[in-house]
């Protein structure tokens, strides 16, 4: 089950446990070393809101300032690293991350939450132009993958799940492209009839009821069978 709420719960803060888990280091270093095991392309880095990060897991104690360090005229660089707390809160973070699958909200899914408000030949064509682009995002993936041979699987891993769902979307659009080419989409005719006449078609508005009306009176709270929680009955 999902812990309670994180003292520090920004993903950068566990790129920091988990880069701090090697050895200990100052922050620009924490952010060289993200850089070259190519972590920035699953966590967001930027180095004002590194320092913030720092500061906070210091703050807490999950990390702690051991020395403060000069390289030439450079300015002092203060080198943390991980404590007993931070460790287990690292442990702890990394095993609900793994283990208990979470609700995300990806733009993408957004967007197809909404689709019914463009015309089903917008829809077709905006979603055709996607496929090349998904298509280049997953050559680029392969070549990434293929221009560092001699990483670890364990330094990689998260590209190869970006890899996988990525083609894992393109398989599916390009099955929605073909349901909308052939007209076999359910609801299409009403869907393009609602943006030819601004009214929503009956089959549509239908949906529409039965779902808010299963919204508001799950079958599962029924109190008898065949009636609703408030007395009135189904349909």
Request: net charge negative.
């Amino acid at each position: 089950m999902p812990s309670k709420r994180r003292k520090v719960a920004n993903p950068l803060a566990l790129a920091v446990l988990g880069t701090l888990r090697q050895q200990p280091m100052h922050p620009y270093e924490m952010a060289a070393t993200m850089r070259s095991q190519g972590k920035e392309r699953s966590i967001k880095l930027n180095y004002g809101s590194l320092y913030t990060v720092v500061d906070n897991l210091a703050k807490h104690g999950y990390i702690e300032a051991m020395e403060a360090s000069r390289e030439g005229r450079r300015p002092e660089r203060t080198v943390y690293r991980l404590t007993d707390a931070g460790r287990a809160e690292l442990e702890k973070w990394m095993a609900e991350l793994l283990g208990t699958p979470v609700k995300e909200y990806p733009q993408f899914e957004a967007a197809l939450a909404l689709l019914g408000v463009l015309e089903p030949s917008q829809v077709l064509e905006l979603l055709r132009e996607r496929v090349p682009e998904v298509e280049k995002a997953i050559s680029a993936e392969r070549a990434e993958l293929a221009a560092f041979p001699w990483l670890p699987r364990l330094f990689i891993l998260e590209n190869e799940y970006h890899l996988a769902m990525q083609e894992a979307e393109l398989a599916w659009v390009r099955g929605v492209v073909a349901d909308l080419e052939n007209g076999s989409f359910p609801g299409m005719d009403d869907w393009a009839r609602w943006h030819e006449t601004g009214e929503l078609p009956a089959g549509i508005a239908a949906m529409a009821a039965a779902a808010l009306d299963e919204a508001r009176f799950p079958a599962s709270d029924a109190t008898t069978a065949g009636s609703r929680p408030d007395g009135e009955r189904s349909s």
